[in-house]
């Protein structure tokens, strides 16, 4: 049965007239109608926003915390239907949605609900001069939220909570690709009782009404995860309007640096993890290895039998380590890599144009198998651009000093992974990579009092306690003479 999704503003579905069409990309076949939104909707869900704020803005902290956690109480009632949609809709096996991705979603909401309760301001007193001052956080109005296809609920909530937990109001646009979790939120907000215009959401091509969001003279403030093109296009369309805060989580080409006393048997599962997790559409994923020359024979054995044993297949096959990739789109995308990898001379281990794919696969799915991919230069493409899916490029090198060069010789500088078990070549090479955030022997471990961010063009700002509540809010100063 074919879903057909209405846009949700100031707690009421409204159609549209004109509508998209989304795809389930295990079977090609039509999962969702998404509404094909226009500056009408924008303007009407901005105008929402704008009058909830005057009174949302002003509710106790208490208050926020307390609608918050409803909000993920109704998430976790209902998780095995929202795990089932997302990974209908995305594409992710079913047991990564229910375990890990839709409990993160709820637990965003428990997160910002309990921050907001514990948050503190800051005092000075003067004594000379009779005064004190302290500072108090005001909320700054109507958020524009972004989010991207990959972790849809996840991320999604990972910026409403808060937004919301702040005092500001928003306006979300969810991934056309993967709308329909976003959708299925809509009614959880109508249950967990939050005010009409506190959360509004909006669907639709991001070419379309991303500009009208972005630039509207009511929204103040810009959240968005997705890909460098598309946050430099908020940055230029915005350039007219400085006084808007961006925060722009972008891309990523991620290095792992593997050093020769590496204990390779013990974390080749979480090298793997770094490499193939969400079919390698995650912006974290380590999608080219650097490895010490000593141990290249070792680790390709290992990696390539990792890659090997993982099963590809339907998101509902409690078998499945890997779905498909989210789109046709996509799927032509990353397979364009591959493609030009075999023309570049460059060697395939395993994967695409070398295994074949199980017999049982869709073949109206979009799946790709697992590539490992060798004998590459470091300005090839492969190891410039990213790929964003099961595809990691592997090549050697032989001083710290040198490997450090490589991998920040990219315009990307998001994550890193580092194995070694030289606990000062571990802070050392840590503190010289230029990532918002390295692992040391672990993959995507993530701590939400931590901020998190890139360097270069993966971005801009930081987000996580409090830098989340930092975003939201400005911080002003009171000043009181008590002579």
Request: charge should be negative; aromatic fraction near 10%.
């Amino acid at each position: 049965m074919v879903v057909e999704i209405s846009n949700f503003i100031n707690n009421v579905f409204v159609p549209t007239s004109t509508r998209l069409e989304s795809f389930d990309p295990s079977n090609g076949q039509l999962l969702c109608y998404v509404p094909d939104s226009d500056k009408k909707e924008c303007d009407i869900a901005v105008e929402a926003a704008a009058q909830a704020f005057k009174s949302w803005s002003l509710t106790s902290h208490l208050e926020r915390a307390k609608i918050l956690n409803r909000i993920a109480d109704e998430i976790e009632k209902n998780i095995d239907e929202l795990a089932k949609a997302e990974s209908q809709d995305q594409g992710k096996p079913l047991s990564v949605s229910t375990n890990f991705e839709i409990p993160r979603a709820a637990y965003n909401f428990r997160f910002f609900a309990a921050a907001i309760l514990n948050h503190k301001n800051e005092s000075t007193e003067l004594p000379h001069l009779k005064s004190f001052n302290y500072t108090t956080e005001v909320p700054s109005g109507v958020a524009v939220l972004i989010s991207p296809w990959n972790l849809p609920l996840y991320l999604l909530t990972w910026k409403i909570a808060p937004c919301i937990a702040s005092g500001c109001t928003c306006v979300c646009k969810p991934s056309e690709f993967t709308s329909l979790t976003a959708f299925m939120l809509c009614d959880i907000l109508l249950k967990a009782g939050l005010p009409p215009g506190v959360v509004n959401i909006v669907f639709g091509l991001g070419s379309k009404i991303g500009n009208e969001l972005v630039t509207h003279p009511e929204t103040k403030l810009i959240s968005f995860t997705g890909g460098t093109v598309t946050g430099n296009i908020i940055r230029q369309a915005t350039s007219k309007q400085p006084f808007k805060r961006l925060s722009l989580e972008l891309g990523g080409k991620n290095p792992g640096i593997v050093f020769q006393d590496a204990d390779l048997n013990k974390h080749i599962k979480a090298i793997g993890n770094s490499c193939f997790q969400n079919s390698g559409q995650i912006c974290l994923c380590s999608s080219r290895y650097y490895v010490h020359v000593s141990r290249i024979k070792e680790f390709l054995d290992l990696l390539v039998n990792y890659a090997r044993s993982l099963v590809v297949g339907s998101p509902f096959d409690s078998k499945t380590n890997m779905g498909p990739v989210v789109s046709r789109q996509h799927y032509d995308k990353v397979m364009s890599y591959i493609n030009q990898a075999a023309k570049l001379g460059c060697q395939i281990l395993c994967g695409e144009t070398v295994d074949e794919k199980p017999a049982e696969l869709n073949s109206n799915g979009y799946y790709i198998l697992p590539t490992v991919i060798t004998n590459l230069e470091d300005s090839s493409p492969l190891m410039q651009e990213e790929i964003f899916g099961p595809v990691v490029c592997v090549t050697t090198f032989h001083e710290e000093d040198e490997v450090i060069e490589r991998a920040n010789n990219n315009r990307y500088g998001l994550a890193a992974t580092v194995w070694t078990k030289d606990v000062g070549q571990a802070h050392r090479v840590s503190r010289a990579l230029l990532a918002g955030t390295t692992w040391v022997n672990c993959f995507l471990i993530r701590d939400l009092n931590m901020p998190f961010g890139g360097f270069k063009e993966s971005g801009t700002g930081r987000e996580g306690y409090p830098y989340s509540f930092e975003f939201f809010t400005e911080k002003k100063t009171i000043c009181i003479n008590y002579a």
